[in-house]
């Protein structure tokens, strides 16, 4: 029987992040973790712990794939760089209607809650 992926403890985190940023999330299972989609655009993303490095697997993978580059997330600091570079917001800069200010959904603590 085969064995379920063991997900990045950082995943769920970034997850919960990603999705209250406005940006749509699917979790898969190869060959990265997830598929993201914003403003008409996928995203192939890897989330990772610490340094952890690419499987053999994806390193295969990222050599012959002709689409856009894997995006690698190590932490929630790193996900809300990328939504700021996705939504083209800079620090300090208010957020769209509708979604959440990155700066005080880390303050809270929100993005570690494990509720």
Do not use: C
């Amino acid at each position: 029987m085969r064995q379920a992926a063991k997900r990045d403890t950082s995943e769920r985190d970034i997850v919960r992040l990603l999705r209250h940023s406005g940006i749509d999330v699917e979790l898969t299972q190869r060959p990265f973790d997830a598929l993201a989609g914003f403003r008409g655009v996928t995203y192939l993303v890897e989330f990772k712990t610490g340094k952890a490095p690419f499987t053999e697997s994806q390193k295969k993978f990222m050599a012959y794939f002709r689409g856009a580059p894997v995006v690698v997330l190590r932490s929630t600091e790193e996900a809300a760089i990328w939504v700021r570079k996705l939504r083209g917001v800079n620090k300090g800069e208010e957020p769209l209607p509708g979604q959440i200010d990155l700066e005080e959904f880390l303050k809270s603590g929100e993005a570690e809650s494990r509720n």
